[in-house]
């Protein structure tokens, strides 16, 4: 196992029991490479969307089929790989999303990174967005008008981007995505297709609440690679 993968099993608060004839890391052998604070952190450099994603991402700006439009600061398309295998759903932009019109920033973002990072994936392989591209006022959940009015623009993007698996985040993301009222608890450690394709999706908890709750951090590992072992099983 690499250092930095140890590290961010660590950061998941996932237990790492080291090959005693391994070398051990400590700060000074920790490289500039493997430093868990700098490559949780958002990559600066994403990869560069297709002339079509750019496209629909300029259409998801100036929406207002529905009353969010009123509230928001700007949409939040999403970011990542255009040609990632992964794609990571979430509930929908909160306060700091909002702000930088990005999914996933501040602590849940960075707990986001390494969740995937345990599972060597870095946030630039991966594509992430949200079931509704702008914030519900106060954090409220999404509501049901709402997802139906901004659920063609994920299935657009799922079409553009042809993912190979589906990570659904958070009660919201996964209730909505898969048409279900299951408690997110139940949902877990099974595969579902998505409706509308046969994308297989994966269910997990959102980091917000891993960090009301770190304990559940050992449940996100176990449906981390549960996904991994479904993904490994398609390609
Ligand atoms: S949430 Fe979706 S449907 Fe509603 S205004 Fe924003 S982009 Fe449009």
């Not at 006022?137 to 698996?165: F, G, M, T, W």
């Not at 998505?194 to 559940?216: M, Q």
């Amino acid at each position: 196992m690499k250092s930095h993968q140890r590290q961010y099993l660590q950061e998941m608060d996932i237990a790492v029991w080291l090959d005693k004839k391994a070398p051990v890391a400590t700060r000074q052998n920790i490289s500039i490479e493997d430093n868990t604070e700098s490559i949780l952190k958002p990559d600066n450099i994403m990869p560069v969307f297709t002339a079509e994603l750019n496209s629909l991402a300029q259409k998801v700006a100036i929406c207002q089929q529905c009353s969010l439009h009123e509230s928001r600061t700007q949409t939040v398309f999403g970011v990542g790989d255009p040609d990632a295998d992964w794609f990571v759903i979430g509930e929908a932009p909160g306060a700091d999303e909002d702000r930088q019109g990005e999914p996933f920033v501040g602590r849940a973002g960075q707990l986001l990174n390494a969740m995937l990072l345990a599972i060597g994936l870095r946030r630039k392989q991966v594509f992430i967005a949200n079931i509704l591209k702008c914030r519900p006022p106060h954090n409220r959940d999404p509501k049901p008008d709402e997802v139906i009015a901004c659920e063609s623009y994920l299935r657009q993007q799922l079409s553009l981007i042809k993912p190979k698996i589906i990570l659904a985040v958070g009660r919201v993301a996964a209730q909505n995505l898969l048409k279900s009222d299951t408690p997110i608890g139940k949902m877990r450690g099974h595969c579902y297709p998505c409706p509308g394709s046969d994308l297989p999706v994966v269910v997990t908890y959102h980091p917000a609440y891993l960090l009301r709750s770190p304990r559940e951090k050992r449940k996100v590992w176990a449906d981390l690679k549960f996904a991994m072992q479904t993904y490994k099983a398609m390609t």
